[in-house]
């Protein structure tokens, strides 16, 4: 067996990039910079666009920011193993949002028990600057053998960057009690300084009396926290339908409207069987009281594989990175690695208001060539071995996109009688993912090493599904009477993750 370590060498991160150790029988390895860089292009499996971490299990986006011209992307990581295990903060830096840079580990959890069967770690948080320019990150540290018989207990922390910010330092724990009837799951926090109140604000991910519900607490000092209420309590039929808590619950300021968005964990759909999916609201947060303007959930992906969505607001965008994940789909055996990130987001409003919408970020657009190699035309053609987008406008109803790999199904995206639909080669044909999509709309389609994000009306409709099987097509079959390009990847604007 072969066991992976990143290795902390903040004097050479800035020259050569992160130092992988590898401990095998032949003796301890090192690899750096350009061999990493090279080891990285030469996986089939690893998608272009998209993020993923050199190797082991990644989940969650956490602790997004953008310090002066350095966009910076933590994960859920852990960093010996390729399932999920005790978490720390993995770490990437990019100056375009696509391609990054691999960082040493930030931050390593308070317990390693995983020996014991118990794993926590330093979960899911947000990265937070004061209003005296400080960057700090909160975030819930799970310590998973406090008690034998209650098992695992969630705390806040906050860890502060060292000045290269290459490693958490001064963490301190800043709330430890949880409101009465709010049982273990007690996490991943959101803060932000909120001008009305005058004070800091927080929400937690938890469950109330067993319902899922995020809860708002309050602080003057951003130390010293006191849980204020509910801010959302979810319906009957989520605990029904198996809902144990909120997870990752962000909430944010747009267009003069408050938006919520919310995982729930253990929650199955019933219609489709789908789990972790993301729901929205869109409504106004008046005296510490979230208001949304109707009381349905909006699902956000119709998707299988949008997960722990985290905004944060950078230059006036609301920019939002996703885990690519589900539950029941894994990486064939024998990857090097497991997790992707979305695309970046940009996230705004529809014109009714009424929905969050969702598009890449005109940095993924940057990536592509400008010459289309599929123009206003309907027909088979060969593919590159990169990332493409697809775009279709106008009469969409009737359109079809059939990729395949080796004369077999990699993808099939259909409108038809309404309905966008998207099948991939691993589904069994009994389940549909599905969403309304009128005619006279537009189709974005990102394809990438068996990712697909779809991004429809105008982002109002999302799918993004990650497909395991027939990941590099080499047909693709478009029959449609809209208006349609096909983009391929900037060779020249584009390198490996890792430099
Ligand atoms: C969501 C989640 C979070 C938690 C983290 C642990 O995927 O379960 O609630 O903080 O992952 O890795």
Same mark, same amino acid.
């Given at each position: 067996a072969v066991l992976w370590a990143y290795g902390y060498q903040p004097q050479t991160v800035n020259e050569t990039g992160i130092t992988v150790f590898e401990f095998s029988q032949k003796g301890i390895l090192q690899r750096t910079g350009a061999e990493i860089e090279d080891w990285l292009r030469s996986d089939p499996d690893r998608p272009a666009l998209h993020f993923s971490p050199i190797r082991h299990w990644m989940n969650d986006p956490v602790g997004l920011c953008k310090i002066d011209e350095l966009w910076h992307l933590f994960y859920q990581f852990h960093?010996?193993?390729?399932?999920?295990?005790p978490m720390h903060w993995g770490h990437a830096t990019s100056r375009d949002l696509v391609n990054w840079r691999h960082m040493p580990v930030f931050l390593h959890p308070e317990q390693n028990l995983w020996r014991l069967g118990a794993t926590g770690g330093a979960f899911s948080g947000n990265a937070f600057r004061d209003r005296d320019g400080s960057l700090m990150f909160f975030y819930t540290e799970r310590l998973p053998a406090y008690d034998l018989f209650k098992g695992y207990r969630e705390i806040q922390k906050i860890a502060r960057p060292d000045r290269l910010m290459i490693k958490a330092e001064g963490i301190v724990t800043v709330l430890e009690e949880r409101p009465d009837g709010v049982e273990h799951d007690f996490r991943d926090p959101k803060v932000w300084w909120d001008d009305t109140a005058n004070a800091y604000r927080m929400i937690l991910g938890a469950s109330i009396e067993g319902d899922p519900a995020v809860l708002l607490f309050g602080s003057g000092d951003g130390l010293d926290w006191q849980y204020l209420r509910p801010l959302y309590r979810a319906p009957v039929n989520f605990r029904q339908e198996g809902a144990r808590a909120v997870e990752c619950p962000d909430f944010f300021r747009l267009e003069e409207k408050w938006v919520l968005v919310m995982g729930f964990v253990g929650?199955?759909?019933?219609?489709?069987?789908?789990?972790n999916l993301l729901y929205a609201m869109i409504g106004e947060f008046i005296d510490d009281c979230f208001v949304p303007d109707v009381p349905e959930l909006q699902?956000? !992906?119709?998707?299988t594989d949008y997960y722990a969505m985290q905004s944060f607001e950078a230059g006036g965008r609301q920019i939002a990175f996703a885990w690519l994940f589900n539950w029941e789909y894994r990486k064939?055996?024998?990857?090097?690695y497991s997790g992707e990130m979305s695309l970046p987001r940009v996230l705004s409003l529809s014109e009714d208001r009424k929905r969050l919408r969702m598009l890449p970020t005109i940095e993924v657009d940057d990536h592509?060539?400008?010459?289309?190699?599929?123009?206003e035309q309907s027909g088979k053609f060969s593919l590159p071995m990169a990332p493409i987008e697809i775009r279709l406008s106008g009469a969409l109803e009737g359109s079809k996109a059939v990729a395949t790999q080796g004369g077999e199904l990699a993808f099939e995206v259909g409108v038809a009688g309404g309905i966008l639909s998207i099948r991939l080669a691993? !589904? !069994?044909?009994?389940i549909h993912y599905v969403a309304e999509l009128a005619d006279g709309k537009d189709l974005r389609l990102f394809h990438d090493c068996g990712i697909i994000e779809i991004f429809a009306d105008g982002g109002t409709v999302c799918g993004t599904r990650r497909g395991y099987a027939n990941i590099n097509p080499d047909y693709l079959e478009i029959s449609s009477s809209a208006s349609t390009r096909v983009l391929e990847r900037d060779a020249k604007r584009c390198c490996a993750a890792a430099r």
């Open positions: 960093p010996s193993g390729s399932d999920w295990g929650h199955v759909e019933p219609r489709t069987r789908r789990h699902l956000l !992906d119709f998707g064939p055996e024998g990857s090097a592509f060539a400008a010459a289309p190699i599929v123009e691993q !589904d !069994d044909g009994s």
